[in-house]
């Protein structure tokens, strides 16, 4: 991977500077990091309403960058969908060739590649069913012991950052004690950080869904599965989204 382009789906331009500089520190230096943030939207992704708006904002948001900025879209681009939810993931593998994928997708499959079964907690509790029709849709069934969530959605977090360690703490004890979860995944790009406190007061490892979707990129490389090459006639969308729906990159 020569270059990771961040897709904030949410459209707080301060959650996807922290996370390009998340990355930055995370990845070997050859590898350049971008972020793009949505142009329309919810300004953090708790619910379902939110997050079918945030699958149109991230096609647009794509078309946007495409076509405005040609250089930061090329062959060795992998573009990751900063929110655990993937929103417009399979459409945007349709119409691209980059390669792409979601927070969720690629952290569940890292989990599932350190075997055991994986305790998924985020915040909010509008989250659990959408992740619940995630991984089975995805596949991760098997591989998922349950999913907890805490009171307040992961743009909170931060504000009372003590107050949300304790609620992370108490939902994971849960999934260990209850669902025999073999580790912890904290979901959420509000949530990135927060593993390294937990870590150190649970007895089974934790991980954080945006550093562990980083390694799984890392470890194994995507191929752009663009399976679309027609053109869409289309009314009503942004002049990018048309025009790279009608010419698909």
Known sequence: ????????????????????????????????????????????????????????????????????????????????LACFGDPGLSALQEITGSAVTGMARASLLGCRDRGGRTGIVTGGAAWKPLIEELVIREGFTDTVAGIRTTPDSGEHAGVQRNATVQALLRAARDLIDEDHADHILIAGAGMAGFSTELAALLPVPVHCSFEESLSCLMRTPLQPEKTRQSPLVTTGLSPDLTALLLSPA
């Open 1 to 80: 991977m020569r270059h990771l382009l961040i897709l904030n789906p949410n459209t707080d331009p301060t959650l996807t500077a922290k996370l390009v500089s998340r990355a930055r520190g995370f990845l070997p230096e050859h590898c350049a990091v971008s972020g793009v943030t949505a142009r329309f939207g919810a300004r953090y992704i708790t619910c379902r309403t939110s997050l079918v708006i945030a699958a149109y904002a991230t096609l647009d948001t794509f078309a946007h960058a495409f076509r405005s900025d040609p250089p930061l879209i090329t062959p060795d681009t992998t573009v990751l």
